[in-house]
């Protein structure tokens, strides 16, 4: 990864944070994401002081306009962009509204990744970039209301999330089908008991914690798709960790897919 620049949103905790520190081990450059610049200096200064080289960068993904802006200012800043993770997620346990007027889950899981995608599309093509996107194997139960995209009657969080994950996979595969120029594949890392699961309750955080996997193990196939050798010039595929799986149906479907897609362009203005 010598010389070669990766964007990571989510980093300063859970499986962000281990990819940041692995890839930056590589040798890439790290422009690491958090709410704040602040939140991300203390992994900055880590990879820093092991010989790396990063920089923070600070914005809430739950802003149409922040994302805008700040991808705007990062595709000024970098020419060419070698990766894009959007890694950053929330499983949110009630029903949330951005100032934009978007369910959280649906600003942050889908909106953000999307604006950042399509406003890094240049930089990402210039560097025939790959763009990873953190999928679960939730998505494939997730369910498509093409009338109540964001829940306004019936919230619950977990059919927030898992429709926030099958729309990213149905996006990367429209997008891997729209653009030659870069791959795009998503995947389920596995599962860890992050922060993800704060809102969950306490006995399912401690069962999570003690039998799932490191946020490392579930680093391992992300760094995979950004970096190896192996899976070069692979797109649209959703990943189970380390082995192509097939996707929900929907995903799997072009003509939802270029549906979903203009509908979230129209959502983003
Ligand atoms: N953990 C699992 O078992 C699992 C399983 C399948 C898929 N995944 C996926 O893996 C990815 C990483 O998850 P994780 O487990 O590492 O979760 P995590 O520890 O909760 O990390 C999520 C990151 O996203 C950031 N974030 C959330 N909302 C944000 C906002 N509005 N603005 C800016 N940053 C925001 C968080 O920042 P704060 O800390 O400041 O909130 C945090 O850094 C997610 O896409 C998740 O859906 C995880």
Redesign the pocket.
Known sequence: MKGKTVIL?????????CIALELAKQGAHIIA???SAD?VAPLVDEIKKAGGSAEAVG?????IKAVREAARGLREKHVKLDVLI??????NGTRQVSADGFE?TW???VL?PFILTEELLEPLKAARGRVVN?????HYLGRVNWDDLQFEKGYAARYA?RRS?LTLTMLTNELAAREGGITANSL???????????NFPKFIQFW?WLL??T?EG?AAP?IRLASASDVEGTTGKFFRRFNIRRPHRLARDMDACKRMRDVVAKHVG
């Open positions: 949103t989510g980093a300063p905790g859970g499986i962000g944070r994401h958090g709410r939140k914005f809430e993904l739950d802003s959007n890694n950053a997620a929330i499983w959280k600003a942050v899981n953000a953190l999928s679960s194997n939730e999330y994950k389920h890392p596995g599962v860890s008991g992050t922060g993800l699961f704060r999570t799932m996997r946020p579930c992300i």
